[in-house]
T-cell receptor, first 113, second 111 residues
């Protein structure tokens, strides 16, 4: 069974640029959630996708957008990057129909300069 | 939304010592997870424990949902136990749950 994977591992972008982060869910999981973790803080919920539809959103501006594909993998897109977007971005998958337990990928560390 | 408080914020132990980490939450929940975040940032699932007690090797967890708290016990700690421990609870109902995390407990185990 393959766990949750994320790419890239690290990324450096300039303020104002756009970035796309990718996540492959664990085998058999149909729900993907994205979280942002700033240094020294707990992860903060960005949004969740269930069977390709957005299933809830946290307190993040519209320039944070996402997508889930038919194979349940997912993308997180951030436009007009700001310095405060520098963080660890974590993706979690779960089987939305049978279990609420979420499993996390290794994360993508984004640095905005 | 739901509030999650973890204590203590920092804990330093000698190898072999035991410890108890606490997680308080402000509303009733039917889902709670404990994670260990390693130095590379990966969140490792420790327990999914909406209520009751579970054990996995040197680690055990107890959730008392009616009193809105959960405890994580680490016995005979090892240096590899070092890292940040988070508890997380759902912030809403529905068909799936979006997790709200505490600020974590930073555990340092010295040899």
């Amino acid at each position: 069974e393959t766990g949750v994977t994320q790419s890239p591992t690290h990324l450096i972008k300039t303020r104002g640029q756009q970035v796309t982060l990718r996540c492959s869910s664990q085998s058999g999981h149909n729900t993907v959630s994205w979280y942002q973790q700033a240094l020294g803080q707990g992860p903060q919920f960005i949004f969740q996708y269930y069977r390709e539809e957005e299933n809830g959103r946290g307190n993040f501006p519209p320039r944070f957008s996402g997508l889930q594909f038919p194979n349940y993998s997912s993308e997180l897109n951030v436009n007009a990057l700001e310095l405060d977007d520098s963080a660890l971005y974590l993706c979690a998958s779960s089987h939305g129909d049978s279990s609420y337990e979420q499993y996390f990928g290794p994360g993508t560390r984004l640095t905005v300069t | 939304g739901i509030q999650v408080e973890q204590s203590p914020p920092d804990l330093i132990l000698q190898e072999g010592a035991n410890s108890t980490l606490r997680c308080n939450f402000s509303d009733s929940v039917n889902n709670l997870q404990w994670f260990h975040q390693n130095p590379w940032g990966q969140l490792i699932n420790l327990f999914y424990i909406p209520s009751g007690t579970k054990q996995n090797g040197r680690l055990s967890a107890t959730t008392v949902a009616t009193e809105r708290y959960s405890l994580l016990y680490i016995s005979s700690s090892q240096t590899t136990d070092s890292g940040v421990y988070f508890c997380a609870v759902p912030n809403s109902g529905g068909s799936n749950y979006k997790l709200t995390f505490g600020k974590g407990t930073l555990l340092t185990v010295n040899p």
